[in-house]
């Protein structure tokens, strides 16, 4: 796709149709996570800050994502759920609120639709019917699979040679599949056990593959072609891959006209995940003195298809300018005036350069430089934050952190001006200032700013 987006052009000219990949919520999401939806986040906004409306699904996968990527293993929620002695029903809808209870802290705007796997089984049977009825599936002694043989292109996302290819060493080998690729549209339950999840189905007991849900919600809420489809890169090979082929099988149409994949977040130079046996909530950034939003911030100063390496000392550089950003802005006062255009169209220029977050805060930085009044400039800056999702706006001073020190100094030499001890009071200014901040005095008391 172009990466000019003001060059993009909706299939309906009123609406642009949005598809995120959404949480499987058998445990909480962790930050690595949520960089994919920050991305998303920062796209839909540039959509709409271009003048598009968008209509935005995002799935819940609270069925079906079983252990393994080759159909092979537990199913996530009911092994949670057995860890946990909870109901697959109580995992799935504690970890849905963990999930949108994040999403707000992050300031990440919710989708239009969500939309529950569960929630969707008769449109996951029917579209399993028409595949039948094409020709591509089978039926082994677990389940009923796709066919890859039978698509032309099967692999086209992601470049895929399968000549050759054989089941990865990572996963147990399918003796029924016909070819490696091959992908489960419906698992049978197993025969010696119930589960908690399990539907009737022509083919028999069971629930459905993983993949399946995305391809039958996305239909429905968005028709058979989709403007932009949008996950993490490492949905590329398998389930992105599978959801065209069982798509584009079913309708003889194109799935997605637009992909747009995020980049990994990276924690000791290896990718943060749950099956790496450590990863960090947003729970545990506020236990350690972190604003969710400081996050955020330290997502714009990366590329989304960049790699981003997060580390402590990382995050606190961001807050350390995410304070200054907020002082800055609080200087400015509290009326607004005009954005100014030319600063607008630089920033139109750095957000539509494929989210280009570095540049449009770089564009964001020159306007404090700029010689445009303060009210015009607060204007400015909140024009470009419909974008950045910071919430700017709703800056108030006592959200600027001051450490206890400087605090302490202040308070110490405003009773030093009170007392008229003017000889104190530069002393403990220049000591105040040395630490890096500055210091506006008024008739009774003093007003502290981060220095630039």
Not at 253 to 270: P, Y
Request: proline share 3%; hydrophobic share 35%.
């Amino acid at each position: 796709m172009s990466r000019k987006i003001e060059e993009f052009k909706p299939q309906n000219p009123d609406e642009v149709s949005f598809y995120t990949c959404g949480p499987t919520v058998y445990d909480y999401a962790h930050i690595g996570n949520y960089r994919a939806y920050i991305f998303n986040d920062i796209l839909k906004r540039t959509l709409r800050f271009d003048g598009f409306n968008v209509l935005h699904i995002m799935n819940i996968t609270d069925v079906g994502h079983l252990t393994s990527d080759s159909d092979e293993g537990e199913d996530k929620i009911e092994k949670s759920a057995r860890l946990e002695s909870k109901s697959a029903a109580e995992i799935a809808d504690h970890y849905t609120e963990a999930f949108k209870s994040d999403l707000k802290k992050l300031n990440i705007i919710e989708p239009k639709i969500w939309c529950k796997a569960t929630d969707h089984i008769k449109e996951q049977l029917d579209l399993i019917k028409v595949l039948e009825k094409k020709g591509f599936t089978y039926q082994t002694s677990d389940g009923i699979y796709f066919d890859t043989s039978k698509t032309k292109d099967y692999g086209k996302l992601a470049k895929l040679n399968l000549e050759g290819q054989e089941e990865g060493a990572r996963v147990e080998k399918n003796p029924e599949k016909k070819n490696p690729s091959d992908f489960a549209l419906w698992k049978f339950s197993p025969k010696d056990q119930k589960r908690q999840m399990e539907w009737e189905s022509p083919w028999g007991i069971g629930f459905p593959g993983w993949h399946l849900e995305c391809s039958a919600m996305s239909m429905k809420y968005l028709g058979e072609t989709i403007d932009i489809h949008t996950g993490g890169i490492d949905h590329v090979p398998v389930h992105h891959t599978n959801e065209i082929a069982q798509s584009e099988a079913a309708t003889g149409k194109q799935f997605v006209r637009f992909w747009a994949h995020n980049e990994f977040l990276l924690m000791n130079s290896g990718k943060m995940a749950k099956s790496e046996g450590g990863f960090i909530t947003v729970e545990e950034l506020e236990k350690k003195g972190f604003d969710p939003i400081v996050y955020r911030f330290f997502n714009l100063s990366s590329h989304y298809r960049s790699k981003l390496n997060f580390t402590w000392e990382a995050l606190q550089g961001a807050k350390n300018s995410w304070e200054k950003l907020k002082g800055k802005f609080l200087d400015l006062g509290q009326q607004n005036g005009t954005p100014d255009e030319a600063f607008i169209e630089k920033f139109k220029t750095a957000i539509n350069n494929d989210l280009s977050m570095p540049q449009a805060l770089v564009v964001m930085w020159d306007v404090f430089k700029s010689n445009i009044n303060d009210f015009d400039k607060r204007a400015t800056l909140l024009e470009f934050d419909k974008v950045f999702g910071l919430g700017l706006g709703n800056v108030d001073e006592d959200e600027v952190e001051v450490p206890e020190e400087i605090k302490k100094l202040v308070a110490e030499r405003d009773k030093a001006r009170v007392n008229k001890n003017w000889e104190k009071s530069d002393e403990l200014r220049k000591e105040i200032e040395k630490a890096g901040w500055l210091l506006e005095d008024t008739a009774d008391t003093s007003r502290l700013r981060k220095k630039d």
